[in-house]
């Protein structure tokens, strides 16, 4: 069964300071797809990033950058420089590719990010 | 904005009444998700229509019902309200069949309150 652990129910840091959400996942499948999702407090869901199972190379976009590692299960999210506007409810989650797996995502529980000025 | 169009915003209703969430998917967008987020149960996945025919299902309640319609506009259907319904239901659109395949666009949410 697939799985999808967020640890950090919530995290609160100071404007300017690198922050690290964590997520760790479960699943039986070799093909898989982890996404990275944001909620604002206006509640919409923004897709960030999507990374295949057989890409465990670092991503960097901006201030985000994704740290992928097969051997411990995990998927983690890095902030660098964190602003006010960074905070949100974060999701990560997981599709699988097998039939039934590929038609949903399973969402961990979120991280709730507050970034103090 | 994400492309996917959902009304209304908001819903207050009262328990044992039915309600109809409906959404408009991204232009050139096939699969249609139906997503519900709770408090207690997180993100949860309920249906999944693609180009008009059911694909999958996740926790959806019997109460619940759903079609996506020839224009590919989704619409859920939720009926004998209890308490536990309020939360906020998400619709989600993409490209291909799988979630896996192409990444899921979603909408701003409706929120429904039962009272």
């Known amino acids: 069964a697939q799985k999808v652990t967020q640890a950090q129910t919530e995290i609160s840091v100071v404007e300017k300071e690198d922050v690290t959400l964590d997520c760790v996942y479960e699943?039986?499948?070799?093909?898989?797809?982890l996404f990275w999702y944001k909620q604002p407090p206006s509640g919409e869901l923004v897709f960030l990033i999507r990374?295949?199972?057989?890409?465990?190379q670092n991503e960097i976009s901006g201030r985000y950058s994704w740290n992928f590692q097969k051997s411990t299960s995990s998927f983690n999210f890095t902030i660098t420089a964190s602003q006010v506007v960074d905070s949100a409810v974060y999701f990560c989650?997981?599709?699988?590719?097998?039939?039934?797996?590929?038609?949903?995502?399973?969402f961990g529980q979120g991280t709730r990010l507050t970034i103090n000025p | 904005d994400s492309g996917v169009t959902q009304t209304p915003k908001h819903l207050i209703t009262a328990t044992g009444q039915r309600v109809t969430l409906r959404c408009s998917p991204r232009?050139?967008?096939?699969?249609v998700y139906w997503y519900q987020q709770s408090l207690d149960q997180g993100l949860q996945f309920l249906i999944q229509?693609?180009?008009?025919?059911?694909?999958a299902k996740g926790n959806i309640l019997e109460r619940f019902s759903a079609q996506q319609f020839p224009d590919l506009h989704s619409e859920l259907n939720l009926s004998s309200l209890e308490l536990g319904d309020s939360a906020l239901y998400f619709c989600?659109?993409?490209?291909?069949?799988?979630?896996?395949?192409?990444?899921?666009?979603f909408g701003n949410g409706t929120r429904l309150t039962v009272t």
């Open positions: 990374r295949n199972s057989f890409d465990e």
């Open positions: 699943t039986r499948d070799t093909t898989y797809y």
């Open positions: 232009s050139g967008d096939l699969s």
């Open positions: 229509y693609y180009n008009g025919e059911e694909r």
């Open positions: 989650a997981l599709s699988e590719a097998g039939y039934q797996g590929a038609q949903k995502l399973v």
């Open positions: 989600a659109s993409s490209v291909s069949w799988s979630s896996y395949n192409s990444p899921l666009h």
